[in-house]
Nanobody, 113 residues
Framework: QVQLVESGGGLVQPGGSLKLSCAAS????????VGWYRQAPGKQRELVAD???????NYADSVKGRFTISKDSAKNTVYLQMNSLKPEDTAVYYC???????WGQGTQVTVSS
């Protein structure tokens, strides 16, 4: 079974923090570039951050300094630590494994007071 399952989404106040997890089954994250994407209603899905198999990371300018992507190959899990959250961060967040072309189901993040 090939599956990515996101968790950790929810409602948080502006300035708060949230940590998302993406657990993989049937594939190896160590062989993939893994990315976090987000999509708000009426908007295109956009890349937030990714991590390549060697460990290097990339971030969208809008989240640099606030978000951190990491990968635990032993647990076959990727994470997205989100700090200093803004209302503009509200979206459904998805993880994606490039080599195996697998998307997760998405998890809702809502930033509101």
């Amino acid at each position: 079974q090939v599956q990515l399952v996101e968790s950790g989404g929810g409602l948080v106040q502006p300035g708060g923090s949230l940590k998302l997890s993406c657990a993989a089954s049937g594939i190896r994250f160590s062989l993939n570039t893994v990315g976090w994407y987000r999509q708000a209603p009426g908007k295109q899905r956009e890349l937030v951050a990714d991590v390549i198999s060697g460990g290097s990371t990339n971030y969208a300018d809008s989240v640099k300094g606030r978000f951190t992507i990491s990968k635990d190959s032993a647990k076959n899990t990727v994470y997205l630590q989100m700090n200093s959250l803004k209302p503009e961060d509200t979206a459904v967040y998805y993880c994606y494994a490039n080599r195996d072309r697998v998307w997760g189901q998405g998890t809702q993040v809502t930033v509101s007071s």
